[in-house]
Nanobody, 117 residues
Framework: QMQLVESGGGLVQPGGSLRLSCAAS????????MAWYRQAPGKQRVFVASIRRGGTTIYADNVKGRFTISRDDAKNTVYLEMNSLKPEDTAVYYC???????????WGQGTQVTVSS
């Protein structure tokens, strides 16, 4: 399993922006999918966005147009740029790497994002 470390979380006001980073311990160039999930207090962890090896991206409906996932293979890092943040975006954001469609995946420790005025 890959070791993943998320960073970039913090407190932002509604409408603000934040960029999260997920640094991997190894090369992500050949990884099937890198993804972001989030979990709010008392809620289940849910999918946010993913990017495939070939660059294909998928977004949850409630973040489309506001969030952008990207990857920098040279830095073995995946990013999640979050714009127009809403209080309901408040959650711990987790990075996930999967080696294939049937892989359970590797998870990072999470980074807290709080959207509040």
């Amino acid at each position: 399993q890959m070791q993943l470390v998320e960073s970039g979380g913090g407190l932002v006001q509604p409408g603000g922006s934040l960029r999260l980073s997920c640094a991997a311990s190894g090369s992500i160039a050949s990884i099937y999918s890198m993804a972001w999930y989030r979990q709010a207090p008392g809620k289940q962890r849910v999918f946010v966005a993913s990017i495939r090896r070939g660059g294909t991206t998928i977004y949850a409906d409630n973040v489309k147009g506001r969030f952008t996932i990207s990857r920098d293979d040279a830095k073995n890092t995946v990013y999640l740029e979050m714009n127009s943040l809403k209080p309901e975006d408040t959650a711990v954001y987790y990075c996930k790497a999967t080696r294939g469609p049937t892989d359970f995946g590797s998870w990072g420790q999470g980074t807290q994002v709080t959207v509040s005025s």
